[in-house]
C-alpha cells in the first residue's frame, strides 16, 4: 500500500498515541463559526437538491444535481468535471479536486442518485418541524453532500483549505451500480489510489452518535438445480432420486445450518422458482414456473445475496457453500455461482479504528460528544468500500444522521446534524493537516 511521508507521520501520531487533543484555537472557532454563518444557505441548497428528482435511471435529474453541486464547488476553487456515464448506462460522477501542499491527500465521498426513480410519491420535501425534514434523499445522501460543500466553504472561509490536498467524488450511481462495475466505479477506485484517507458521506445508522469503521460487502449468487423429471410415484427411487427442488432446499438448509452463525455473515435467498419449465427474468427478479404435483421437479433456480466483513469471511463462505452444492442428493446436481463485481467488504483495519478515535476526539472537543463505532450490520454497502485496500484509513457515516426511513417514502433527516456534522469534518481535517508529533 502506497503510503505518503505526510500520511506515515499521521499513522504514527494515531498509532503511538502521542497526538493529544487541545482545547479549541482561535482558527479551529474561526472554522466553527464560519459553519454557523453558511448554514441557512446550506439548508436552502438541501432543499433545492431534494426537490429534484435524481432517481438513479433519471439521468437528467442525476446531472441536475450534480450541477448544482459542480456550481458551488467551483466558487471554491475546485476544479470540477461531471464525467459521461454512457460506457456503464448511467449518468456520470461529479468530480472535484484542489491540491494543497501540506498533509495527507484526502477523498471525500457523496452520491448525487437516490433510489426515488419519477415514478415514486416521494418527490419533494415537507417539513415534519423546524428540525425534521422528510424527502427523497433527504438523509440518503443529499445531506451529506450538502455537509460536504459546508465544511469546504468553512475552510475556505478560515483560509486553510488551500493548504490541502482534497478530492470529491459524488458517484451517479451508488444506489444501483452501472455495469460493467468496473467502469462505473473506476473514477471512484482511482481516486482512492491518489488518496492517504477516505471520508464517506453516507448517514450511516442514522445515529450521530456511532461512526463507520467497517461495511459488509455485497455480492450475488445463483444457485442452479436439476433432477430427474418423472411421475411423482417413482420419486426416492434409485433410477429416479429426490428431484431438483429436494435438492435445491437440502442446500439451502445446510448453508443455514453450516453458515448462519457466523458474525456478521448474512446470505438471503432472495426468490426460488421450481418445477418442471422455468422463465427467469433477465434481472434475475423473478419469473414463472410451471409444474404439477404429480411430476418429479426438473429444475429449481435460487438467486440471493452475501454481506461479509472482510474479504477473508468472504472467502470462507463462498469454500463453505460450494462443499455444500456439490454433496448432492442421488441423481441431482447443483451449479453454484458468484457474481462477479458487487460491492466489497471496507474491512475493519487497525488505520480505520484509530482515525475513529481522532474523529471522536475532535467530536469530543467541540462539545459534541462521544463517538463510537457502529455495528457493520446496521450500515450497508456503499461507495466507499471500492477504497478498500488503497487507502491507509477509512470512515463512513459522516452524514446527516437523526432520522429514520431511509429508502422509503417516509426519509427523514434532522437538519440540526448537517451543523454538527460540517463542524467535525472541517475540524477533523484542518487537525490532520497541521498536527504535530
Same mark, same amino acid.
Given at each position: $500500500? ?13 498509532? /503511538?498515541?502521542?497526538?493529544?487533543? @487541545?482545547?479549541?484555537?482561535? $482558527?479551529? %472557532? ?20 431534494? #426537490?429534484?428528482?435524481?432517481?438513479? $435511471? %433519471? ?13 458551488? *464547488? ?19 460522477? /461529479? ?28 418527490? &419533494? ?44 467524488? $459524488? ?34 445508522? +442514522? ?16 444457485? =442452479? !438445480?436439476?433432477?430427474?423429471? @418423472? ?33 456478521? *455473515? ?14 427467469? %427474468? ?11 404435483? #404429480? ?6 433456480? !435460487? ?23 456439490? +454433496? ?17 467488504? *471496507?474491512?475493519?483495519?487497525?488505520? %480505520? ?18 463517538? &463510537?463505532?457502529?455495528?457493520?450490520? #446496521? ?18 457515516? /459522516? ?37 504535530? =508529533?
Amino acid at each position: $500500500m502506497k503510503k505518503t511521508s505526510q500520511t506515515i507521520l499521521v499513522l504514527s501520531v494515531l498509532f /503511538l498515541g502521542t497526538f493529544t487533543f @487541545a482545547q479549541k484555537g482561535k $482558527m479551529e %472557532n474561526k472554522i466553527v463559526k464560519s459553519v454557523d454563518q453558511h448554514l441557512d444557505a446550506s439548508i436552502e441548497l438541501l432543499k433545492k437538491a431534494v #426537490n429534484i428528482n435524481s432517481g438513479t $435511471m %433519471n439521468f437528467e435529474g442525476v446531472k441536475k444535481v450534480g450541477e448544482l453541486f459542480k456550481a458551488e *464547488l467551483d466558487q471554491l476553487g475546485f476544479q470540477t468535471e461531471l464525467t459521461n456515464g454512457e460506457a456503464y448506462n448511467r449518468a456520470g460522477h /461529479l468530480i472535484a479536486k484542489r491540491e494543497g501542499k501540506k498533509g495527507p491527500k484526502f477523498l471525500l465521498i457523496g452520491h448525487l442518485d437516490t433510489v426515488f426513480e419519477l415514478d415514486s410519491p416521494s418527490q &419533494e420535501y415537507t417539513m415534519l418541524d423546524k428540525n425534521m425534514m422528510k424527502g427523497p434523499g433527504v438523509a440518503d445522501m443529499k445531506g451529506g453532500d450538502v455537509i460536504i460543500i459546508l465544511a469546504m466553504k468553512a475552510l475556505k472561509e478560515a483560509g486553510v483549505l488551500d493548504d490541502m490536498s482534497i478530492e470529491i467524488i $459524488m458517484t451517479g450511481d451508488e444506489e444501483k451500480s452501472g455495469e460493467p462495475i468496473e467502469l462505473s466505479k473506476k473514477d471512484l477506485i482511482e481516486g482512492a489510489k491518489r488518496a492517504d484517507i477516505a471520508l464517506g458521506f453516507e448517514n450511516g445508522d +442514522n445515529n450521530p452518535k456511532t461512526i463507520v469503521v467497517s461495511r459488509r460487502g455485497s455480492s450475488e449468487w445463483q444457485l =442452479k !438445480v436439476t433432477g430427474v423429471p @418423472a411421475h411423482s410415484s417413482q420419486i426416492f427411487t434409485e433410477d429416479i432420486g429426490v428431484g431438483a427442488i429436494y435438492e435445491a432446499s437440502r442446500i439451502l438448509n445446510e448453508f443455514y445450518l453450516q453458515l448462519s452463525k457466523e458474525k456478521d *455473515l448474512t446470505f438471503n435467498p432472495g426468490f426460488i422458482l421450481g418445477g418442471t419449465d422455468l422463465k427467469v %427474468n433477465d434481472d434475475l427478479t423473478g419469473g414463472t414456473a410451471f409444474g404439477k404435483d #404429480n411430476v418429479v421437479a426438473e429444475h429449481a433456480i !435460487v438467486h440471493g445475496d452475501l454481506r461479509a466483513t472482510s474479504l477473508e469471511q468472504l472467502e470462507r463462505a463462498h469454500k463453505i457453500m460450494r462443499e455444500i452444492a456439490s +454433496n448432492n442428493y442421488p441423481n441431482t446436481t447443483a451449479e453454484l455461482i458468484f457474481v462477479e463485481g458487487g460491492y466489497p467488504p *471496507l474491512g475493519l483495519t487497525d488505520g %480505520n479504528t484509530k482515525l475513529l478515535k481522532f474523529y471522536d476526539g475532535v467530536s469530543q472537543d467541540l462539545g459534541f460528544g462521544a463517538v &463510537e463505532a457502529v455495528n457493520p450490520r #446496521n450500515a450497508g454497502a456503499a461507495d466507499i468500500s471500492f477504497t478498500s485496500g488503497y487507502v491507509d484509513m477509512a470512515l463512513d457515516g /459522516l452524514g446527516l444522521t437523526g432520522g429514520s426511513g431511509d429508502h422509503t417514502i417516509e426519509e427523514i433527516g434532522d437538519l440540526r446534524t448537517v451543523a454538527t456534522q460540517a463542524k467535525i469534518t472541517a475540524v477533523m481535517l484542518y487537525r490532520l493537516v497541521n498536527q504535530k =508529533k
